[in-house]
């Protein structure tokens, strides 16, 4: 394996959250949030690893983290050695919610070590990469290209297509305070559907993509329904069952569970009047089933992962916190 002889000392990621499934295409649709996690990355004598803010806690600080093995995953890939790293994060991303933050730490750790040796692999090698680790291509299509991404993975390749979004969609979450993780919220669906299910849910999820590409909003509301994995999942959430069923009544375009869960995700037209009707309509629906959650209005991300690289020399010198302070939301 070869020394590491590029010029670039030191790199910044910026990665978005994401939103899975929009309903219907489950493990296919992804939509990148402007919700994010910061990743600094430098070459080191020593590997240090710092972790800033409370969506940290718990995660490791020594090689075996996940950001630390990716990047090595991304150097022998590469055919390069960069066995030590000095590696801080910082995220705004709840963890096992539903909002894609192991997502946005592989798509991060991969994106900042290709960058820290010249960049090397293409996008494309990234998403098969964040694929295979992630074993569905939606969350990390989305942190990765930004916007709305409809993809496949068949196990050996994925395949994708970004969707530029409406600029008159708005995002609406509900993060229960709770954690699910998709390990549970996927052993819960059964191995075998329906014929009828399966026609249902290709139905809808191709009329969704559709209306997004054609700036139907009006199809949202029938378009966004699920049968494959939400009636299955929603006894893991409290609430969710009111909330599919009666958010487009009080002024949601379209409802789903984000991902795995529990957050709950509703797309809402930029310019409706009943945005505080369907705020109290989910939060009170939430708390009369004794959970609390914290709501979000947020919009989709059209960047994706964006990067900054320094030369050895050349790198800014003060702490990723106070650098991002302007920016993070907590
Ligand atoms: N599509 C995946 C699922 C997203 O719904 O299980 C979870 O990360």
């Known amino acids: 394996m070869g020394e590491n002889h590029y010029r670039i000392s030191k790199v910044r990621v910026k990665v978005p959250a994401s939103t899975a499934n929009l309903g219907p295409g489950f493990d296919t649709l992804g939509m990148a949030l402007d ?11 020593e590997t240090r690893i710092t972790l800033y803010g409370d969506q940290m806690n718990g995660v490791p600080t020594d090689k075996s983290n996940l950001i630390y093995e990716v990047a090595q995953m991304v150097f022998k ?44 692999l293409s996008d494309d090698t990234l998403f098969q990469m964040a694929t295979e680790l992630e074993h569905h291509p939606d ?92 009636p299955y ?15 487009t009544e009080h002024g949601a375009l379209g409802v789903a569970l984000s991902g795995a869960g529990p957050t709950m995700l509703a797309l809402v037209d930029r310019a409706s009047s009943r945005k505080a009707e369907l705020e109290s309509f989910m939060i009170g629906t939430l708390r009369k ?15 994706g992962v964006q990067v900054e690289a320094w030369a050895a020399g050349e790198e800014p010198q003060s702490e990723l916190m106070e650098i991002i302070k302007g920016d993070v939301r907590a």
């Not at 919700?35 to 430098?42: D, K, N, Q, T």
């Not at 009111?242 to 958010?247: F, G, K, N, S, Y």
């Open 35 to 45: 919700l994010y996690a910061w990743i600094e990355m430098g070459i080191a004598d």
């Open 77 to 120: 890939r590469a055919g390069v050695s960069v066995p030590e790293l000095d590696i801080a994060m910082y995220s705004d991303i709840p963890l096992t919610r539903g909002l894609g933050s192991s997502a946005s730490a592989i798509v991060g750790g991969l994106a900042a070590a290709n960058a820290l040796i010249g960049s090397p």
């Open 139 to 230: 969350n990390v299509g989305a942190s990765l290209f930004g916007g709305l991404v409809v993809a496949f993975w068949d196990g050996t390749r994925a395949e994708h297509i970004r969707v530029e979004p409406d600029p008159q969609l708005e995002v609406l979450v509900a993060i229960p305070h709770f954690q699910l993780s998709t390990e549970k919220a996927r052993g819960v669906l059964p191995r075998q559907q329906s014929l009828e299910n399966a026609v249902f849910n290709v139905g809808h999820s191709s009329l969704l993509v559709a209306a997004f590409c054609t700036g139907r909003l009006d199809m949202i509301p029938r378009a966004m329904k699920d049968a494959l994995h939400q």
């Open 233 to 247: 999942r929603a006894p893991l959430v409290p609430g969710l069952g009111r909330i599919l069923a009666e958010a």
């Open 289 to 303: 089933e004794g959970i609390e959650a914290t709501m979000m209005w947020l919009n989709p991300d059209r960047q």
